[in-house]
């Protein structure tokens, strides 16, 4: 099998793996990654969002091979600062995952119920804010239609946007796409 | 809303029970609980297997049921919290091992964890504290009634003195457990009743390993099943040779199936390097199957047989009066039929589970709502003893009754032990939705008889339905699963009739027949089960009689449910049906939602109850309805839901935060499933096998307001899982029939002419 050179949160990995093998699973089974999660593997409910070259991208939909050498940042990544998250497992000052305004409005907002969607839909409300810092009401409802929740949430999925994007506006940025 | 909880504290414990990059907690189950629980102190105090109280001032406190994002592991570690004065912020939570000594039965289901835990977690919380405070008062030399606790500290009230819990500890430690020890009054709380956020946010916001499907054990295999699309069959020849040339593929295996099915199904079992060779090698194997007798089977040849059953006698479940003649005497009698259709489950987390059969053993990690029935089921299968069946479970992507059956546990016990290796059973989208446990599909015909006066004499139900009784080869009788939340009459004992979720309503002559359909379709429980379909019939309908004669549908309700001095109620049940309860939820949520005053106009609002599990719900929705969605003959109509108010009685609140969640999104799945659930039937099998065709709702479709009120309470808790659910549908469709005067009789509304926006 051919090496592919995976570049994830800031590291790159060289991966002897099938090359039409979606990302999701080289994510997860190769690189023991598994915040990003298998919901569909049809493209149709969003719980395998990740951002690869900061574009919302489904993990289950996309060929590792045609992710070689793009800038991938998983759920595990989000919010890591520049030195993604080889730099969180190392402690370093200011870059604790989670810090994310995303996954602070998530945490404020108690936003989670079974939670298994979550990490596909911070993903997705992280790439919406980059683009669109203050979204309407109907931006974000428009923004988070891709990501299934069974369990409902998506009265507080819109309030933790809207909290996000305040914070975000108020906050120094460069605190993470 | 506030977070009360420490974040550092839980990723601490994250990252403690991942241990890097290659994230591993399932070597053995009790790894997981060991790797959060962290390592005790000889200092340290543990009167009961719930709770323990380390020198440092941490309080570890075991959840013993599985969280399915219910928010029990959250809720249950509260009420202990809250009866201990522990400080919340130095609590964690873990989630419990399998251990019937320590935790008695284990399993979420019924919306029962806070009732039936709520004595449990209460007398352990109200053991340390009485420790606790014992301890401190002798070292002041003061007497225990002169000491209060708060915060996790003892304080002397005259002398102002105080202590933290955690230099405590040993010496309490020293001392006998109490037999008893007094509760606060529901008056002294000070968490239970505020908004507490998820004790596993941070790991789920960051991406923690927390779920069956992100269980990594040294050596394991990935495993993918391979199951007869026909419902009842079974693998006949196999040809396994392409997919063993696929790489990464290490072996196949044929899984026998048991006799009851929703123990194990048979298939074929691919087992390979990852997930995805596990996927190519399952698709690449060529089976003859055995389809057995309903290979035909259609969903209209359901809805016939439904029918053609509907016309018949049935088996009469209760009969109060006589039906018959009250009918005949009736000014007027309303009629309708209903039907409904099977619905999956769709947890976003397909099935998947963890097995490792070793020197006699079997370790499960993985998604359970049951994990008692799970070691039975699994001991089952493999032949294992069932204290040799060790079980932690891990938080659930979703469950909605699915997990209470195991079969997929068994499947990877049965795997693990035929290939010898630790091995994770994975379903994909397709496996998960085409070899579901069904909500079983069927019909109700239903009668009502009036009075001159408009009044209700007469109520005649045929429930139509599969039965998951009669599925799971139970031995009390098929309609005992179906009939939750029917109507019933005054009888002499109600007893017998609360047993089966019966309503009894005052009405003279009521009776309630039952018809079982013969299919193959595999049936379990599914979020407020029953209720769902038999709310929507009993919902609507009375709205019909009520806008039909002229009267305001909360009057008739308040008239049907009557005075609880009117009901005879026995048993040991400490919170038993009260309609008086039910009442104040219908007159809250009529006054809060503006019902029976003049909605904007083109817009029209509905309203609906029900009673489930010992709580109480009524909503008020408030909607239009639109053009066509497109210009093809017979496209549904759009429907905007503006505002749904939902008024809630589940006794006293636990966690505020979680309640309104379980009630906003219980609403919204209610929604959904209402306007585009279903599983159609063809050739014997599931047509639908994701989510293009298995319609979820979505962001945009969910309504623009859910306004929650819950009644101030100082009954016992309910549940508050499942009440939600089954009173949007009918809310709905009375409000659609108040704008057009059409009445749904089905669902999903997308086949009766309605869409959501």
Redesign the interface.
């Known amino acids: 099998?051919p090496s592919i050179s995976l570049s994830v949160n800031g590291r790159t990995h060289a991966l002897e793996l099938?090359p039409e093998?979606?990302l999701l699973?080289a994510l997860?089974?190769?690189?023991?990654?598994?915040?990003?999660?298998?919901?569909?593997?049809?493209g149709?409910?969003g719980?395998c969002t990740v951002h690869v070259d900061g574009a919302a991208t489904r993990a289950c939909m996309l060929p590792v091979g045609k992710a070689a050498g793009r800038a991938i940042t998983?759920?595990?990544g989000?919010g890591a600062g520049a030195g993604g998250y080889d730099q969180v497992?190392a402690g370093a000052e200011g870059s604790?995952?989670?810090s994310h305004p995303v996954?602070r409005a998530?945490?404020?907002?108690?936003v989670?119920?079974?939670?298994?969607?979550?990490?596909g839909q911070?993903m997705t409300a992280a790439a919406l804010l980059a683009r669109t810092p203050n979204p309407s009401d109907e931006e974000i409802?428009?923004g988070?239609?891709?990501?299934?929740?069974?369990?409902?949430?998506?009265?507080?999925?819109?309030e933790a946007v809207r909290r996000a994007a305040s914070m975000a506006t108020s906050s120094a940025p460069g605190e993470g796409r | 809303?506030?977070?009360h909880v420490s974040?550092r504290t839980f990723?601490r414990v994250g990252s403690a029970a991942g241990g890097?990059?290659?994230?591993s907690f399932g070597w053995r189950p009790s790894a997981l609980e060991a790797a959060q629980a962290g390592t005790p102190a000889a200092a340290s105090l543990q009167p009961s297997g719930f709770v323990r109280l380390d020198p440092d001032g941490t309080v570890t406190i075991w959840s013993k049921n599985p969280d399915?994002?219910?928010?029990v592991k959250t809720a249950l570690p509260m009420i202990l919290a809250e009866e201990m004065d522990a400080d919340w912020s130095r609590v964690r939570a873990i989630d419990a091992e399998l251990d019937r000594s320590k935790f008695g039965g284990q399993g979420s289901g019924g919306s029962d964890s806070m009732r039936a835990e709520w004595d449990l977690y209460r007398n352990a919380g109200a053991t340390i504290r009485e420790m606790l405070a014992d301890t401190a008062a002798e070292a002041w030399g003061v007497t225990r009634t002169e000491c209060r606790t708060e915060r996790s500290r003892v304080v002397h009230a005259t002398t102002g003195r105080s202590i933290e819990y955690g230099p405590l500890a040993a010496r309490a430690a020293a001392r006998p457990v109490p037999q008893k020890a007094a509760w606060k009054p529901a008056s002294a709380f000070t968490l239970l009743g505020t908004?507490?956020?998820?004790v596993?946010?941070?790991a789920?916001?960051?991406?923690?390993?927390?779920?069956g499907?992100?269980v990594?054990v040294p050596g394991m295999k990935?495993a993918a099943v391979a199951k007869c699309p026909v419902f009842g069959g079974r693998p006949a020849v196999v040809d396994d040779s392409a997919a063993l040339r696929v790489?990464?593929v290490r072996q196949v295996a044929r899984i026998p199936g048991h006799e009851n099915p929703t123990f194990l199904q048979p298939g074929v079992a691919v087992v390979a390097d990852?997930?995805?060779a596990a996927f190519k090698g399952r698709d690449a194997l060529r089976i003859q199957w055995d389809e057995g007798p309903f290979r035909d089977e259609t969903s209209a040849s359901l809805s016939d047989q439904f029918a053609r059953l509907a016309r018949g006698e049935g088996t009469t479940v209760r009969a109060v009066g006589d039906v018959d003649a009250a009918l005949a005497g009736a000014s007027r009698v309303v009629e309708a039929y209903y039907e409904f259709p099977f619905l999956s489950h769709?947890?976003?987390?397909?099935h998947n589970c963890t097995a490792d059969v070793r020197d006699g053993h079997c370790y499960i990690t993985g998604p359970l709502q049951m994990q008692g029935s799970g070691a039975l089921v699994v001991s089952e299968v493999t032949g294992i003893p069932r204290e040799n069946v060790h079980i932690q479970v891990t938080?659930?992507?979703?469950?909605?009754g699915r997990r209470l059956l195991s079969d997929y546990a068994a499947e990877a016990a049965v795997v693990s032990k035929a290939i010898g290796a630790p091995v994770q059973v994975i379903g994909?989208?397709e496996d998960d939705m085409r070899h579901d446990y069904y909500r079983p599909a069927g019909a109700r015909a239903l009668r009502a008889g009036l009075d001159a006066n408009g009044r209700i004499v007469a109520w005649d139900c045929h429930l139509v339905n599969l039965s998951r009784n009669a599925y799971r080869r139970g031995t009390s009788p098929a309609w005992s699963t179906e009939t939750y939340g029917m109507v019933t009459g005054l009888s002499e004992n109600l007893a017998p009739d609360f047993e089966l979720d019966l309503v009894p309503w005052h009405i003279p002559h009521v009776r309630l027949r039952f018809s079982e359909p013969r299919s193959g379709v595999a049936t379990g429980a599914w979020r407020a089960p029953a209720h769902v379909a038999n709310a929507f019939a009993v919902e609507t309908l009375l709205d019909e009689i009520a806008v039909s004669a002229g009267r305001n549908p909360v009057d008739l309700r308040l008239e049907l449910l009557g005075p609880s001095s009117a009901l005879r109620i026995t048993g040991d049940d400490p919170t038993p049906y009260n309609p008086e309860r039910m009442v104040a939820v219908l007159r809250l949520a009529a006054e809060r939602g503006g019902f029976g005053q003049r909605p904007p106009e083109g817009r029209a609002r509905g309203l609906a109850a029900h009673y489930t599990f010992g709580s109480y719900c009524a909503q008020v929705v408030e909607l239009s309805v639109g053009p066509q969605a497109s210009g093809a003959v017979g496209a549904p109509r759009r429907v905007t839901i503006h505002r749904v108010t939902c008024a809630l009685d589940c006794g006293i609140v636990v966690n505020r935060?979680g309640v309104e969640?379980?009630a906003?999104?219980?609403?919204?799945?209610g929604l959904?499933h209402a306007f585009f659930g279903e599983i159609t039937i063809d050739r014997g099998g599931a047509v639908e096998g994701?989510?293009?065709r298995y319609r979820?709702?979505?962001?945009?479709e969910?309504?623009a307001a859910?306004d929650v009120h819950v009644v101030p309470s100082t009954m016992r808790p309910t549940g508050f899982g499942e009440i939600a659910v089954p009173v949007i549908a009918p809310a709905v469709a009375n409000a659609v029939a108040a704008l057009t005067g059409d009445r749904i009789r089905r669902t999903p509304f997308v086949r009766a002419g309605y869409t959501l926006r």
């Open positions: 099998m099938d093998m979606p699973w997860r089974d190769s690189l023991g990654l598994v915040g990003t999660k298998f919901g569909c593997g049809g149709f409910c719980a998983t759920i595990e989000l497992r604790e995952p989670g996954q998530w945490v404020e907002l108690d989670a119920q079974c939670g298994y969607c979550q990490a911070i409802a428009a988070m239609n891709g990501n299934l929740c069974r369990c409902g949430t998506y009265m507080r999925i819109r | 809303m506030s977070a974040r990723l890097g990059l290659l994230l399915m994002g219910q928010g908004r507490v956020a998820g596993d946010n941070p789920i916001v960051t991406g923690r390993p927390l779920y499907i992100d990594r990935y790489p990464g990852s997930t995805w769709a947890t976003l987390e397909p938080r659930l992507g979703g469950g909605f994909t989208r935060s969640a379980q906003q999104g219980g609403i919204i799945d959904g994701n989510f293009d979820l709702i979505r962001n945009r969910a309504p859910i």
